[in-house]
């Protein structure tokens, strides 16, 4: 440690910083710091703190993830610190001199900052917002790298977005306790995992979110508005997002069951093969509703179903059979009447159809299913 804690001048022209770790430990490649959040403020504060501190952008204080960050910081100080670090280089790390001849702080000499401005220009704001006290419990994890390291740890750190595979909103349902006691539960020779980059269990039989997500909104209701929503990936995503809204807890909820997961999976499944039968000389005109909104079909088809009762481990109804014999007939209807609605509520126009544009609108799912 001695050879780099020098008394060796700043030599970059950055910033330097006092601070007073909790705890110090030195690495082949940089030191690791536990340091109070109150400690870093003084390196982002004032107008042209991005530039002293040479990051490659400034405070994005409106993106959703640093909205994030800030109502973190408020409600759960003691939290903040716990995920993510602050990484910096320095010129020189040294230990402050004292009159004793032992000192419990350290100067970073020559700061930079590659990661972590974010962070601490929401400290910095939450400081003039509620006062040092509040971030009395706020430690930050501190990475300090320091000469030829300092280097390599700027490059990658620049670039460091396209070496990370980002979390989006199904990488966070594990937290989800219905989704969770569901991929705990017995699915006897199936699995069910909500995780991405599993294709399949340990017996090669796995339900896959995407899939289960969809089937449970194919019997939803009582109109076609979560079918719709969840027809893309974008709106499947927009469902997982928030594990708290009434589409969610529509259909992941505290009384779910594998067997009803099982059941709406082989509903939509016999929906679609039911479609896939239909001949396609009916899907002209009109009857490209079949070829633009499937999904519509599907979720039409199933309401002769007994919906409330899906998740009923006790209920005494051969789903699989009223499937096997009557799927086929009820998608038949089902295709039949919506056309008709579609023909009667859009009448074609002149110049050309435009059923590739209103067919997957959720107006129209909605005017065509009503009192379905």
Known sequence: MNERFSDAPALSGGPSILVRPLSVS???????????????????????????LRTGRGYLHDTPQTLA??????????????????????????PARSGGGFSDHLWLHGVELFDGLQRLRTVALVWDELGPTHLARTLLK????????RERARRLHGCADQLRNVRDAQDRLHLCPHIRRLMNAD??????????????????????????????????????????????AEGLLALWEDIRSPSYLALFHPHMTPLGVMRAVE??????????AIPKSRQQGHGKLIRYAPELIH??????????????????????????????????????????????????????????????????????????
Do not use: N
């Not at 490649?29 to 004032?46: I, M």
């Not at 501190?142 to 390291?149: D, I, L, S, W």
């Not at 069910?192 to 997500?213: D, I």
């Open 267 to 276: 509903t939509l499944r016999a929906a679609q093969e039911a479609l896939d």
């Open 187 to 232: 699915w006897e020779r199936w699995t069910f995992s909500v995780r991405r980059g599993m294709a399949q269990g340990p017996g090669g039989r796995t339900y896959s979110l995407p899939e289960v997500t969809r089937a449970l909104a194919c019997l939803s209701g009582p109109g076609p508005e979560i079918a719709h929503q969840v027809v893309g």
């Open 142 to 149: 501190v990475e300090v790298f320091c000469g030829a390291e």
């Open 69 to 94: 960050l800030e109502r973190l910081l408020r409600e759960s100080p003691e939290e903040f610190g716990l995920v993510g670090s602050i990484v910096l280089g320095a010129d020189v790390v040294v």
């Open 26 to 52: 030195r690495y082949s490649r940089s030191f690791q710091l536990e340091v109070l959040a109150t400690d870093l403020v003084q390196l982002v504060t004032g107008p042209d703190a991005a530039d002293r």
């Open 299 to 372: 979720w039409a088809s199933c309401r002769f179903l007994p919906l409330s009762r899906l998740h009923d481990e006790s209920f005494d109804f051969d789903w699989h059979g009223a499937l096997r014999r009557d799927m086929r007939k009820h998608t038949e209807t089902a295709v039949a009447e919506l056309v008709r609605r579609y023909e009667q509520l859009v009448p074609p126009k002149k110049g050309g159809a435009t059923y590739w544009r209103t067919a997957p609108e959720l107006w129209l799912w909605k005017a065509l299913t009503e009192r379905i």
